[in-house]
């Protein structure tokens, strides 16, 4: 499995995650990897902007377009998910990757940023989650708390809580990604 | 909103786990790894490494504990202590650590919020505030920085942190239960999460913080014992506290 390694944040914690359930990872700063493994993971947490710039620089936006378009799967985590709309509202607006339909919208309750573990429905699984940010998208599968938590469009699985940081429930999380792959 | 959290917090000084009482009179208790994944073993919702010795002794050694722990935890930590730039930040995430920690630094130079909160979004970026009689302490609590506690969490807030850490210094190590009064002020004046440090004694305290604060940072009640925290988790459900079932 490839995971995307374009200057944003928690590649290590997403490599150790796959790595403790003893997969093979790569970090992928080429397309090539992204097009050839059997997975390809899109991690991220920070700024849209700069995440996007990073994924442009090196080709991965082309890639990843490329993987959905043939079926290939990829998970999206955290600000990952949120790349893979069609744009996002942060940092005055940003283009995402457009491999599923809709948006990234600022949270408008509770405080913000929304950080802290919250179930996820409607499986009642925990996971922790750390973002100011939410998809509005028809294709979302799973809420916590009515924000989109899980998004599911063709190959692209996208979460927006961190299963690599979220112990013994991201781990059977992870687990069950690698399986479909 | 998000469960409470509890968060055992690990004093760190030459890689080692120290404790002390009011910030000083350290001695060495542990490794923080291990210490760190038997808290997670035990159900802590995060965990926070403090280099204590940082910034007084200009050390950054923060990068080899986020390294460390992220090899052994699969769950959030924060890392802070002599943390001073975007690039310390970075090298701190990028081992590993979900958040940095910092509080010298940006009461030097509050503009370093914003670059941090920029460049790895505001989640990431922990102000820990240590405060006492209203007013803020720097340098492991050793120094007036001659600044309003609320006025200064507002500003953290504008400037774009994404959560506070605050501690009452005079209720730090003594088991004498939280500043309930400085901790609601803050959750009027701020929509941040908060959380809540020094004084933790017994369950009906962190139950009495977590009524006004996101999560409460545990330090001296653990006493270093995972199983302390497990059982605090048993009392805190018995007194209605909605945690989540870890493990």
Same mark, same amino acid.
């Given at each position: 499995?490839?995971?995307?390694?374009?200057?944003?944040?928690?590649?290590?914690?997403?490599?150790?995650?796959?790595?403790?359930? =003893?997969?093979? %990872?790569?970090?992928?700063?080429?397309?090539?990897?992204?097009?050839?493994?059997?997975?390809?993971?899109?991690?991220?947490?920070?700024?849209?902007?700069?995440?996007?710039?990073?994924?442009?620089?090196?080709?991965?936006? !082309?890639?990843?377009?490329?993987?959905?378009?043939? =079926?290939?799967?990829?998970?999206?985590?955290?600000?990952?998910?949120?790349?893979?709309?069609?744009? @996002?509202?942060?940092? +005055?607006?940003?283009? +995402?990757?457009?491999?599923?339909?809709?948006?990234?919208?600022?949270?408008?309750?509770?405080?913000?940023?929304?950080? =802290?573990?919250?179930?996820?429905?409607?499986?009642?699984? %925990?996971?922790?989650?750390? !973002? @100011?940010?939410?998809?509005? %998208?028809?294709?979302?599968?799973? %809420?916590?708390?009515?924000?989109?938590?899980?998004?599911?469009? =063709? @190959?692209?699985? +996208?979460?927006?809580? !961190?299963?690599?940081?979220?112990?013994?429930?991201?781990?059977?999380?992870?687990?069950?990604?690698?399986?479909?792959? | 909103?998000? #469960?409470? /959290?509890?968060?055992?917090?690990?004093?760190?000084?030459?890689?080692? $786990?120290?404790?002390?009482?009011?910030?000083?009179?350290?001695?060495?208790?542990?490794?923080?790894?291990?210490?760190?994944?038997?808290?997670?073993?035990?159900?802590?919702?995060?965990? $926070?490494?403090?280099?204590?010795?940082?910034?007084? &002794?200009?050390?950054?050694?923060?990068?080899?504990?986020?390294?460390?722990?992220?090899?052994?935890?699969?769950?959030?930590?924060?890392?802070?202590?002599?943390?001073?730039?975007?690039?310390?930040?970075?090298?701190? #995430?990028?081992?590993?650590?979900?958040?940095?920690?910092?509080?010298?630094?940006?009461? *030097?130079?509050?503009?370093?919020?914003?670059?941090?909160? /920029? *460049?790895?979004?505001?989640?990431?970026?922990?102000?820990?505030?240590? *405060?006492?009689?209203?007013?803020?302490?720097?340098?492991?609590?050793?120094?007036?920085?001659?600044?309003? *506690?609320?006025?200064?969490?507002?500003?953290?807030?504008?400037?774009?942190?994404?959560?506070?850490?605050?501690?009452?210094?005079?209720?730090?190590?003594?088991?004498?239960?939280?500043?309930?009064?400085?901790?609601?002020?803050?959750?009027?004046? $701020?929509?941040?999460?908060?959380?809540?440090?020094?004084?933790?004694?017994?369950?009906?305290?962190?139950?009495?913080?977590?009524?006004?604060?996101?999560?409460?940072?545990?330090?001296?009640?653990?006493? &270093?014992?995972?199983? /302390?925290?497990?059982?605090?988790?048993?009392?805190?459900?018995?007194?209605? $506290?909605?945690?989540?079932?870890?493990?």
């Amino acid at each position: 499995m490839a995971i995307c390694a374009y200057g944003a944040g928690n590649v290590r914690s997403v490599e150790l995650a796959f790595r403790r359930l =003893g997969a093979r %990872t790569e970090l992928a700063e080429e397309p090539r990897s992204v097009l050839d493994a059997d997975l390809a993971v899109l991690p991220g947490v920070g700024a849209a902007r700069s995440a996007m710039d990073g994924l442009r620089l090196r080709g991965l936006d !082309h890639a990843l377009r490329e993987r959905a378009a043939a =079926g290939g799967p990829i998970l999206g985590v955290c600000l990952g998910l949120q790349l893979a709309l069609d744009e @996002s509202e942060e940092d +005055g607006g940003v283009a +995402g990757l457009g491999l599923v339909a809709g948006r990234a919208v600022r949270l408008r309750e509770g405080r913000v940023p929304r950080i =802290g573990w919250a179930p996820v429905e409607p499986n009642g699984e %925990t996971y922790w989650f750390a !973002h @100011s940010y939410a998809a509005e %998208t028809d294709a979302a599968v799973a %809420t916590s708390e009515g924000i989109v938590a899980v998004v599911e469009s =063709g @190959s692209f699985l +996208g979460v927006q809580f !961190h299963p690599e940081k979220s112990g013994e429930a991201g781990a059977r999380f992870l687990e069950r990604c690698l399986s479909r792959a | 909103m998000p #469960l409470p /959290r509890l968060i055992p917090c690990l004093d760190v000084a030459g890689g080692r $786990v120290v404790k002390g009482v009011r910030f000083r009179e350290l001695r060495d208790v542990g490794d923080p790894v291990e210490l760190g994944a038997a808290y997670s073993d035990a159900g802590a919702d995060e965990l $926070v490494f403090l280099d204590v010795s940082a910034t007084l &002794e200009r050390r950054g050694s923060a990068v080899e504990v986020a390294s460390r722990v992220a090899e052994r935890v699969s769950i959030p930590f924060t890392v802070g202590g002599g943390i001073r730039s975007v690039a310390d930040a970075s090298a701190v #995430l990028e081992a590993g650590a979900d958040k940095i920690s910092v509080n010298s630094a940006v009461l *030097t130079r509050p503009a370093l919020i914003a670059e941090l909160a /920029r *460049t790895l979004g505001a989640q990431a970026v922990v102000v820990a505030i240590d *405060t006492e009689g209203g007013r803020v302490h720097s340098h492991s609590a050793t120094r007036d920085a001659e600044r309003d *506690t609320v006025a200064w969490a507002r500003e953290c807030e504008e400037r774009g942190a994404g959560e506070l850490l605050v501690t009452a210094i005079d209720r730090d190590g003594t088991q004498s239960g939280y500043d309930l009064e400085l901790l609601g002020a803050l959750r009027d004046a $701020v929509s941040l999460p908060v959380i809540a440090s020094g004084g933790a004694g017994s369950a009906a305290h962190v139950a009495a913080a977590l009524e006004v604060s996101q999560a409460a940072l545990l330090a001296s009640i653990l006493h &270093e014992q995972p199983a /302390r925290l497990r059982s605090l988790r048993d009392e805190l459900r018995s007194l209605g $506290v909605p945690l989540r079932d870890a493990a």
